[in-house]
Each structure stands twice: as C-alpha cells, then as structure tokens.
C-alpha cells in the first residue's frame, strides 16, 4: 500500500549527480497526447536513507533555477517517497533543503551524451521531442539533458476516462544528428472494443522540423 505523501517523513540523501533531465508527464488519449512541464529529475549516485546507489529524486523548476543542476556536482537533501509509482520516474519528490557541496571540476565534456546544465522547460516544450528507443536510452542517455523517460497515463475509453493504462516512454530533444540516436520501434496507443492507434514517424518530422539538424 502507497503511504500518503502528506504523513511520510522526508528521507535524508547525499551524492554525486551524474545526470539531470527534465521531469515531464505524458497524458494519452488515442491519436491525441497532452504533456504536462513539471519540473527536473536528478539521477543520484549516492546513499538514500540506509542505502546506497544510484537513485532519481524529482525537483521542481524553482529548484533548477537557484541551483542550476548539472552532472558532477556534489549535493544533498531530504524528499518524500512518491505516492504513486505509474505516474512518476523518480522514487521521491516533494524535495527540500538542497545543499550543493561541490561543484563540477573541469571542462563539460563535447557529447553524445550532452552534459552541462540543462535549460528551462519552456526551451524544451519549443525543442519538440522524438521518440527514443528505450534500450539506447538505458545505455546511453541517461545523464544526457536532452533524454527523458516519460511516465504516461492513457485514456483507453474517452467515453469512459476511468478506464485507464500507465506506462513509460523515452524520448529525445537533441539534436537530430546525434550519433548514438535510435528511434526505435513505433508507438501503439489503446484505444476502446480492442482498436490502437500508431504513432507514425510523421510525427517526430513535424514536432522537430523547425530545427536545423545540428540544433
């Protein structure tokens, strides 16, 4: 059973960042999607309460803002456990009292994958996405700022809303010559009295094709 956000205690964490994507939810409802710009996930490798390894906290963008995320730092905080696993990516959220220890060393290495601080949600709503193939995504693009693994809620009977399936799906916002990029296989939506909706390639062509191929 889910423990209810509001009576849970905040767990203590503390670690090296090594990746930062933006937090984004995805509503589908046969040929229609709606996405929902909630925030930043960050990928932890560290010690969550009494354990440790790698593990995603989600902030929000307020957070992103003051703090400007990026790979390589050293921080800590305390967040809740999420009170719905389908509809979130992260293990915790309702993040507080983030403290930066340690900045990145160095030069921000040239990617794929490209590392650096990411930037606001607005800038990736006009980026437009491309569907990513979920195997490249885990071998590759975790710590990349342009991947994101979205959870999503579909409607499966618009005439009944209750009638719901989660999932997750990757996707892409970097650039379209992105070497390691694998679109993977098409997108197939539910729909009601067992129909499906496949989201073709023309999609990805025309949320993108107001950009360049390096942009």
């Known amino acids: 059973m889910a423990t209810s956000s509001s009576s849970a205690e905040k767990i203590t964490w503390t670690g090296h960042l090594i990746g930062v994507q933006p937090r984004i939810r995805l509503l589908r409802s046969f040929d229609q999607r709606q996405h929902s710009y909630q925030g930043y996930v960050l990928r932890v490798d560290g010690t969550c309460g009494e354990e440790a390894g790698q593990f995603v906290i989600a902030v929000g963008k307020g957070a992103h803002e003051k703090h400007r995320f990026q790979a390589g730092m050293q921080l800590s905080g305390q ?21 930066v220890t340690a900045e990145p060393e160095g030069e921000v290495p040239v990617g794929p994958p490209f590392l650096g601080i990411p930037p606001d949600l607005s800038t990736y709503r006009a980026r437009g996405h491309r569907r990513l193939d ?21 409607i499966v009977d618009h005439w009944d809303p209750s009638v719901k399936k989660y999932g997750c799906e990757t996707f892409c916002y970097g650039p379209k010559s992105c070497r390691i990029y694998r679109a993977g296989p098409t997108r197939k939506v539910p729909g009601r009295k067992g129909m499906s909706y496949t989201e073709d390639d023309w999609m990805d062509e025309d949320a993108t094709s107001h950009r360049g191929l390096d942009e």
Do not use: N, Q
């Open 79 to 99: 967040s809740v456990p999420v009170d719905d696993p389908r509809t979130e990516v992260a293990g915790l959220y309702k993040t507080s009292r983030i403290k």
């Open 134 to 154: 979920a195997r490249t995504y885990e071998a590759k693009c975790p710590a990349c700022i342009w991947g994101c693994r979205m959870p999503v809620e579909m």
